[in-house]
């Protein structure tokens, strides 16, 4: 339950940690270690070259663009929740990021860690899906942006080359007045979800859903859009009875079978879990918005 | 391109500085390379909080750190609590409240309590047992680790003896 052994390298700057990339043989980038010490320890992964990019100031920047939110890569997930403006502007990240792990590994880990990593039930991924964030990869060649509907390759695996690093996140921010919820069920507080669902709701002022978003997670391999569902929402006047039946479409999202849960399972705790999130994200955009 | 580095910390408020192999985790150094015994390792992969620390004032996994990353930073562990003899409020309160019985969380639970307590000095029960659920204890049962956070908290506001 050791690391096995690595070359260790800290770059200062976003430059010279790419150059590393581009250069090192067999490297792994080292974030938060949340998730990658954990796989070291296990000897999972023994990557030849560890690149920690902890010291680097340019990628634990959060950055108000006014209509957008920029947040580096190395941001922590601890200090994301403690943000006064993710919190007004941004309530579904500052929701989501209450579930992920617990406080001591939220100290630590990073956004950029959890998008990285990719764990079929994180909460950030969904959560970056419902706001439709673009991610910012670098590396020596150049640099792209990654909508986060093509962020997910497969199974724990990102859109990166592996020369290439996430440097930045970019949340198109919804207006005032929206409503935001964000449900999961795992077995204990802090635990990975079994399903989980983010809701984005906006009303017009006759109370008919303006705009809509909803993502699900734990249930497939990455985060699942609710196209169908949002599909049915939009334009509608909510009520209990059309939430219901939107959610119902969150029952056909590709589900996975594994030691904790069955695919049958997941896919009725995601129509739940969605039916939920939706009242939640309600309840805000009808006034219980304290921006 | 290194597999040895000379890292410098603060470790209960004293410096100190050891030339460690990149691989060996914090806990190890701690553990190994100070003496300091009392982090305990469980799992050492990041679920049973055993080895948490406190980092700069907030807690961390020292099993998920590697003592590389230490380097220039200020650690605070359970032997760094008491003043001599004389027990820290909330350790007084862990006995006081039959908060262990054989004692191998207790090091991570207290680093936990330490950051709750110094970031929201008037917990709920509730809010105690959100952040326990980081670490785990075979024993107890939790009650009395819940009841020492909060007598703990009421001690350190003054309200009680
Ligand atoms: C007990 C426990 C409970 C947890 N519970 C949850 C949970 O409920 N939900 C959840 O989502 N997560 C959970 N996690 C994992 C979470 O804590 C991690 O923070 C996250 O998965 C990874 O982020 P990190 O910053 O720690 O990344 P690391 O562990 O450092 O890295 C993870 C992977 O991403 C790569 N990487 C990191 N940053 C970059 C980058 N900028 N560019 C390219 N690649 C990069 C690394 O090379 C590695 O492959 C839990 C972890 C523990 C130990
Ligand atoms: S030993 Fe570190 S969390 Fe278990
Ligand atoms: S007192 Fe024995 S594990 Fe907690």
Same mark, same amino acid.
């Given at each position: 339950?050791? @690391? @096995?052994?690595?070359?260790?390298?800290?770059?200062?700057?976003?430059?010279?940690?790419?150059?590393?990339?581009?250069?090192?043989?067999? @490297?792994?980038?080292?974030?938060?270690?949340?998730?990658?010490?954990?796989?070291?320890?296990?000897?999972?992964?023994?990557?030849?070259?560890?690149?920690?990019?902890?010291?680097?100031?340019?990628?634990?920047?959060?950055?108000?663009?006014?209509?957008?939110?920029?947040?580096?890569?190395?941001?922590?997930?601890?200090?994301?929740?403690?943000s006064?403006?993710?919190?007004?502007?941004c309530?579904?990240?500052?929701?989501?990021?209450?579930?992920?792990? !617990?406080?001591?590994?939220?100290?630590?880990?990073?956004?950029?860690?959890?998008?990285? !990593?990719?764990?079929?039930?994180?909460?950030?991924?969904?959560?970056?899906?419902?706001?439709?964030?673009?991610?910012h990869?670098?590396?020596?060649?150049?640099?792209?942006?990654?909508?986060?509907?093509?962020?997910?390759?497969?199974?724990?695996? @990102?859109?990166?080359?592996?020369?290439?690093?996430?440097?930045?996140?970019?949340?198109?921010?919804?207006?005032?007045?929206?409503?935001?919820?964000?449900?999961?069920?795992?077995r204990? !507080?802090?635990?990975?979800?079994?399903?989980?669902?983010?809701?984005?709701?906006?009303?017009?002022?006759?109370?008919?859903?303006?705009?809509?978003?909803?993502?699900?997670?734990?249930?497939?391999?990455?985060?699942?859009?609710?196209?169908?569902?949002?599909?049915?929402?939009?334009?509608?006047?909510?009520?209990?009875?059309?939430?219901?039946?939107?959610?119902?479409?969150?029952?056909?999202?590709?589900?996975?079978?594994?030691? !904790?849960?069955?695919?049958?399972?997941?896919?009725?705790?995601?129509?739940?879990?969605?039916?939920?999130?939706?009242?939640?994200?309600?309840?805000?955009?009808q006034?219980?918005?304290?921006? | 391109?290194?597999?040895?580095?000379?890292?410098?910390?603060?470790?209960? %408020?004293?410096?100190?500085?050891?030339?460690?192999?990149?691989?060996?985790?914090?806990?190890?150094?701690?553990?190994h390379?100070?003496?300091?015994? %009392?982090?305990h390792?469980? *799992?050492?992969?990041?679920? *049973?909080?055993?080895?948490?620390i406190?980092?700069?004032?907030?807690?961390?996994?020292?099993?998920?750190?590697?003592?590389?990353?230490?380097?220039?930073?200020?650690?605070?562990?359970?032997?760094?609590?008491?003043? %001599?003899?004389?027990?820290?409020?909330?350790? /007084?309160?862990?006995?006081?409240?039959?908060?262990?019985? #054989?004692?191998? *969380?207790?090091?991570?639970?207290?680093?936990?309590?330490?950051?709750?307590?110094?970031?929201?000095?008037?917990?709920?029960?509730h809010?105690?047992?959100?952040?326990?659920?980081?670490?785990? #204890?075979?024993?107890? %049962?939790? /009650?009395?680790?819940?009841?020492a956070?909060l007598?703990?908290?009421?001690?350190? /506001?003054?309200?009680?003896?």
């Amino acid at each position: 339950m050791k @690391p @096995p052994p690595f070359s260790y390298h800290r770059p200062d700057s976003v430059d010279e940690a790419l150059g590393l990339l581009a250069t090192l043989d067999d @490297p792994k980038i080292l974030a938060g270690g949340q998730s990658l010490m954990p796989m070291m320890n296990f000897r999972y992964v023994m990557p030849a070259n560890l690149i920690d990019i902890n010291r680097i100031d340019d990628l634990s920047r959060t950055e108000n663009g006014g209509e957008t939110l920029r947040i580096g890569a190395m941001v922590r997930q601890r200090d994301l929740e403690f943000s006064d403006l993710v919190k007004a502007r941004c309530p579904l990240l500052h929701a989501a990021l209450l579930n992920v792990g !617990h406080v001591q590994t939220r100290n630590r880990g990073t956004i950029g860690g959890s998008l990285s !990593h990719l764990d079929p039930a994180a909460e950030l991924p969904a959560a970056l899906m419902a706001l439709d964030a673009t991610l910012h990869v670098g590396s020596k060649r150049g640099t792209r942006d990654v909508a986060i509907t093509d962020w997910s390759m497969g199974y724990m695996t @990102p859109n990166l080359e592996m020369d290439e690093m996430l440097t930045a996140i970019t949340i198109p921010l919804w207006p005032a007045g929206h409503g935001a919820g964000f449900v999961e069920f795992a077995r204990r !507080h802090g635990d990975f979800a079994m399903a989980g669902t983010a809701a984005m709701l906006a009303l017009s002022p006759s109370g008919t859903i303006e705009r809509v978003a909803l993502a699900v997670t734990g249930v497939d391999i990455g985060p699942v859009r609710l196209h169908d569902a949002e599909a049915m929402l939009a334009g509608q006047t909510p009520s209990e009875a059309l939430f219901a039946d939107a959610a119902q479409t969150a029952g056909a999202v590709p589900g996975l079978d594994d030691v !904790h849960a069955s695919k049958a399972y997941r896919r009725k705790l995601a129509i739940v879990m969605t039916k939920r999130a939706l009242a939640q994200a309600l309840a805000q955009a009808q006034g219980g918005g304290d921006d | 391109m290194t597999d040895r580095m000379t890292i410098s910390l603060t470790v209960n %408020g004293d410096a100190v500085s050891r030339e460690v192999s990149v691989r060996m985790t914090l806990a190890d150094f701690l553990r190994h390379e100070l003496g300091l015994t %009392g982090t305990h390792l469980g *799992c050492e992969h990041g679920v *049973c909080g055993a080895c948490t620390i406190l980092m700069n004032g907030r807690t961390a996994r020292s099993c998920l750190t590697l003592a590389v990353q230490a380097d220039g930073q200020s650690i605070d562990t359970v032997e760094g609590m008491a003043d %001599g003899d004389d027990l820290s409020p909330l350790q /007084q309160a862990f006995i006081d409240q039959h908060g262990l019985q #054989c004692g191998f *969380c207790t090091p991570g639970m207290l680093a936990t309590i330490t950051e709750l307590l110094n970031t929201n000095p008037d917990p709920t029960e509730h809010e105690v047992r959100e952040w326990l659920s980081g670490n785990a #204890c075979r024993c107890t %049962g939790y /009650q009395g680790i819940v009841d020492a956070a909060l007598a703990a908290a009421k001690t350190l /506001q003054g309200k009680v003896p």
